[in-house]
């Protein structure tokens, strides 16, 4: 952590239901910010710092994060919140972070920020993990697909996703088509401290970037044409890579990570009726798991421009609620997965149309792997002997 700091009073005083979500936003204002932290009275900020900032710097530091604060808190009000599950009092037998031990014993290793290599134990508990994931897809008679890393910038710019959250992308590139270019490159590339010391020139103009969620896939497939049968049901793994610059913490937080998602596609009715079923079905397997979790409403982590408005509309329409595992170690809960209504946005910006010419809605249930993982990890500890009588016979 930087050794300097920089105190800044709000202009507004952030709301308490939103002092994480600005938090998070804060590690987007500036390069030299490397952490931030917001009061929980919401009066005052404390950044982190790479240098010692002049008057100048401070001056223009301090009014980047005011209008963030003015953007996310003025006249905002606090979201209703619906718990439809809780049982975080589930008793859990671990209370440390698992991580610590995940390293030494080399069952996780960072190749570099937010990119994580997993061992055997981790690599079983993942797949056994994905099995019961696919247990629930079965249940729908859903149809697999398979999806690219690489999502098209094309579509991604249909969807509205480069307005939603700019801040999250990864751009896939690749050297231009010169003689020059690609010797020189050979010849002088090296890794430096922040990265190649090569000059952005060199490279294509952007057609593809890595994909920041599975189901996208699925609804570009489908774009410009009528849905066949009037529904879909689908599911799918990929990875998916979301850039949270400081926000990335151990496995709590990846730039790289699985999806496991089954996947509706149809009318309202069919989509929020299989959502709901997906959620009820789900509720045993977590009690064989000896999940300690909750579900509640949230909303996606739009960014500055987009989050007052996307925020209020998904809460007011329920159109997401995630499911939130206990971590006991700090005394929190963390997202590892969710139940998703998207109403027909994608039907109308992919052309996805029902027999009725009407577009189409789609929804899913999804389940971050790695962060699923790590949550049982938190409760369970990593000694097998200690797991869930389901888990130890499946993984014996």
């Known amino acids: 952590m930087s050794e300097h700091t920089l105190e800044i009073t709000p202009e507004i005083t952030i709301p308490e239901h939103l002092t994480g979500q600005v938090q998070a936003r804060l590690a ?21 710092v790479k240098a010692a900032p002049d008057e ?4 223009e530091l301090n009014a980047k994060v005011q209008s963030v604060v003015n953007e996310m808190a003025r ?10 599950e809780d049982h975080l009092d589930r008793p859990t037998s671990y209370s440390k972070d698992p991580m610590d031990e995940l390293l030494a014993r080399g069952e996780v290793s960072e190749e570099g920020t937010g990119m994580f290599t997993f061992g055997p134990l981790m690599s079983r508990l993942i797949d ?10 079965d249940s729908f008679d859903a149809q697999p697909y398979r999806f690219p890393t690489l999502m098209s910038a094309k579509f991604l710019g249909r969807a509205d996703y480069f307005r939603a959250f700019p801040h999250s992308l990864t751009f896939a590139t690749h050297l231009r088509e010169d003689l020059e270019i690609i010797s020189a490159f050979s010849k002088d590339a090296a890794y430096e401290e922040d990265g190649l010391n090569v000059s952005p020139e060199i490279f294509s103009k952007i057609q593809a970037l890595l994909s920041p969620a599975t189901c996208y896939h699925l609804y570009f497939s489908l774009a410009d044409k009528p849905l066949p049968n009037g529904e879909l ?40 009726e299989n959502r709901e079923q997906g959620r009820q079905r789900m509720q045993s397997v977590y009690e064989e798991l000896g999940l300690a979790y909750m579900v509640e409403s949230a909303n996606d982590p739009f960014f500055v421009g987009e989050f007052r408005k996307q925020a209020a509309f998904q809460n007011a329409f329920q159109l997401k609620f995630e499911i939130r595992a206990c971590l006991p170690f700090k005394d929190s809960t963390l997202a590892v997965g969710s139940y998703n209504y998207h109403q027909d946005f994608f039907g109308r910006h992919m052309n996805i149309t029902l027999p009725d010419s009407s577009p189409a809605h789609t929804g899913c249930v999804a389940f971050g792997l790695e962060r699923f993982a790590y949550a049982f990890l938190a409760q369970h500890g990593l000694d097998p002997a ?11």
């Open 28 to 48: 987007y204002v500036d390069e030299w910010i490397t952490g931030a932290e917001v009061t929980t009275s919401g009066d005052q900020i404390v950044l982190q």
């Open 386 to 396: 200690n797991w869930p009588e389901a888990v130890r016979e499946a993984l014996s």
């Open 75 to 84: 006249g905002s009000f606090k979201p209703k919140v619906e718990i439809l």
């Open 233 to 272: 049901t689908a599911t799918a793994v990929g990875n998916c890579f979301r850039y949270e610059s400081t926000n990335l913490t151990s496995l709590e937080r990846m730039w790289n990570f699985s999806m496991r998602e089954v996947i509706f596609v149809g009318s309202k009715d069919f989509v929020l």
């Open 56 to 59: 100048a710097r401070s001056d």
């Open 128 to 137: 056994y993990l994905e099995g019961r994931f696919l247990e629930l897809a």
